[in-house]
């Protein structure tokens, strides 16, 4: 897409007039279903309510905190996986379509693992312990296939164009589902039964303690991960090789290992975020990564490919706005069936985002030159 | 040529005796990109104290010659020896470690970065943490401006204040011999002066520098020494004085370089 920047001044086109004409209508329908939900908080027999939406029902405080905080867990999880697709985007320049399949396998190391755990009883009589337990096989196993997926799928590809890898990457992401069928199956396999305090509403806030416990784990992963970006010289070496590959291999950064670690990094945010699914909803299957894999891709677009932050504020972006965003801005408008909405209610906030703002929330204008 | 190297201008900080061997040397190197002959059969001497300049248009084959100096580029035959130790095989890094160091042309910063973060890049392969202090210590004695932006984002700074940062960031490699890729290159007239006032300063101090060049005159006005080349071969190796004296170099070459 051309930047707007080098648009301006030149004369505008039908389909300049036809993206306007989009973003004030994306504009407006949200604008309208918000108010028409407002109005019916307020009184449920308010005319303009009545008129978006005769069979308006309204949310409860209680159902609408409730869908936020689903939606803060779920984005939570989106914005750890959003982790592997930025970073790997901002030292290869590409996008890693497989990175999906690294959080199932995350997902599916867990299962094996925690099952294991409570055939052995460790799982009833140490919960948390063994939680730590699959984590770190989970985090070791997924950096290792994300490292694996590298230097086979990836490394081989190095200076070709851009569009190689990524077409190479949706092959990894078909390998990788397939052998998880011939090894474990194809059908839904599930996690051990969690403790009570996981399931159960808490007196604090009203929230799950398993939303609590994923909530939690995605912050710290996400400090330790900005840590060791930010403020290690490993981390530093991955910001360098970044924005100029042949600079700071003058500056004696071996690029190669670089962009290993940069992968192991993202394959461990995966492997985080594949625990914490199963945590919540106890059951995985060979497919599990294709749509959150998906949904955290566009939440990386959404907040700015490339940008650590923005990962994170995309992921939260997009959860919440699929978990929320039915029932507060289309049902109020009168839309049918909204809870199956989730998905398209996900990928319409990708659109609306790149029409407002084609570089993302926090993006900064992409570097013109083709990097590989 | 190592045989009669003239000897280095005065105020130089090394002393050459007549037998002492040359710092970095390229013995009879060819390359190639594909079916070009990018350099063909180029000898060149840099010694301990020197401020030498290579000199050419474009397509000479000047980044050529860094490019095999740094490991970037492999000779297809001859030899590139580092302090007398041929390092044909050798990975950038190791040569970076053992003392060559290049500021690139248009400074390539890691704008992204802070200045802090710049200079640090710089002393990535070194681990004597105090001396790493210290350097950055003199880095700041030299250009005290880049202290003071030191906790901003480098792409925020002007275009000298980048060429401080640049040079500060390969001074902190602790090098032996530093390449300049053309640091006349996409600065404004006033901004190339000050980047010779810059290289002949940290020549001052001490430091070996070998220069590429397409400004000649301005190359020459600071340097001991240097080589023309031309397509991929050296046409002329003389003092800079007699160089800048020389018909073929003011008829061929300084007519489309002087600026």
């Known amino acids: 897409m051309v930047p707007r920047t080098l648009r301006r001044g030149t004369p505008r086109t039908g389909v300049d007039w036809f993206l306007t004409f989009l973003r004030v209508s994306a504009l407006t329908v949200v604008a309208l279903g918000l108010l028409a939900f407002i109005a019916q908080e307020i009184d449920s027999d ?7 939406n005769p069979d308006a029902t309204g949310l409860t405080g209680e159902q609408f905190w409730g869908l936020v905080v689903s939606g803060v867990s779920q984005g939570a999880m989106y914005g750890l996986i959003a982790l592997g697709y930025s970073m790997v985007y901002g030292v290869l320049g590409f996008i890693n379509f497989a990175h999906g399949e690294v959080f199932m396998v995350g997902a599916m190391t867990g299962m094996i693992t925690s099952n294991k755990l409570a055939d052995a009883g460790m799982w009833e009589s140490n919960f948390i312990g063994s939680l730590v337990l699959i984590v770190v096989v989970s985090v070791i196993v997924c950096s290792l296939t994300a490292v694996i997926m590298e230097r086979v799928a990836y490394r081989p590809l190095r200076g070709q164009p851009r569009l190689i890898p990524l077409i190479t990457s949706i092959g990894v992401s078909f390998f990788i589902q397939n052998a998880s069928i011939v090894l474990l199956g194809p059908a839904a396999k599930a996690y051990p039964d969690v403790p009570d305090w996981v399931k159960t509403k808490h007196t604090f806030l009203q929230i799950e303690g398993s939303r609590i416990l994923v909530i ?12 060791v970006v930010e403020r290690t010289k490993s981390g530093r070496a991955m910001r360098a090789v970044a924005e100029d590959s042949e600079i700071a291999a003058l500056m004696g950064i ?46 990386a677009v959404v907040g700015g490919i490339g940008h650590l932050g923005g990962a994170m504020t995309g992921g939260l972006t997009i959860g919440v706005a699929e978990s929320v965003g039915p029932l507060v801005i289309l049902e109020p408008l009168g839309v049918s069936g909204v809870s199956q909405l989730r998905d398209a209610v996900a990928f319409a906030v990708l659109i609306g985002v790149l029409l407002l703002r084609p570089s993302g929330i926090f993006g900064e204008r992409l570097p013109a030159e083709d990097r590989t | ?23 970095l040397e390229m013995r009879s190197v060819n390359a190639h990109y594909g079916a070009v ?19 050419g248009g474009n397509a000479s084959g000047k980044s050529t010659t860094l490019k095999t100096l740094l490991g970037m580029l492999k000779p297809t035959s ?13 990975p950038t890094s190791y040569r970076v470690a053992r003392g060559v160091t290049m500021v690139p042309e248009n400074r390539r910063l890691f704008k992204r970065l802070t200045v802090r973060e710049n200079l640090d890049l710089g002393a990535y392969l070194r681990t004597d943490s105090q001396q790493i202090a210290a350097d950055m210590e003199r880095v700041f004695e030299l250009f005290p401006r880049v202290k003071e932006r030191l906790n901003q984002k480098s792409g925020t700074l002007s275009g000298g204040e980048q060429q401080m940062v640049a040079i500060g960031r390969a001074l902190m490699a602790a090098p032996r011999v530093l390449l300049m890729d053309e640091p006349s290159m ?61 018909p073929d170099l003011q008829a061929s070459y300084l007519g489309t370089a002087e600026q």
């Open chain 1, 46 to 52: 308010n005319p303009f309510a009545r008129w978006a």
């Open chain 1, 216 to 227: 939690l784990v995605a912050a710290a992963s996400m400090i330790c991960l900005w840590y």
């Open chain 2, 37 to 55: 002959h990018a350099l063909a059969d180029v000898n060149l001497a840099i010694y301990q104290g020197e401020l030498v300049c290579l000199l």
């Open chain 2, 1 to 23: 040529m190592s045989t009669e190297h003239p000897d280095p201008a005065a105020g130089v900080g090394g002393e050459v005796a007549g037998g002492a061997a040359p710092l």
């Open chain 1, 254 to 299: 071996d690029v190669n290992r670089t962009i290993v670690k940069v992968f192991a990094l993202g394959g461990a945010m995966a492997g985080m975020a594949g625990i914490l699914w199963g945590i919540l909803f106890r059951s995985v299957i060979h497919s599990t990564g294709f749509l959150p894999g998906i949904k955290a891709f566009s939440a």
């Open chain 2, 186 to 246: 996409g600065l404004a007239p006033a901004l190339v002066q000050q980047n010779f006032e810059l290289i002949s300063q940290i020549h001052e101090a001490g430091l070996t520098v070998f220069m590429v060049e397409q400004n000649a005159n301005m190359a020459l006005s600071i340097a001991d020494r240097g080589w023309v080349l031309q397509t991929g071969r050296v046409v002329l190796d003389d003092t800079a004085e007699k160089l800048l004296a020389h």
């Open chain 2, 78 to 90: 001859g030899e590139v020896v580092l302090d007398g130790e041929v390092v044909n095989d050798k």
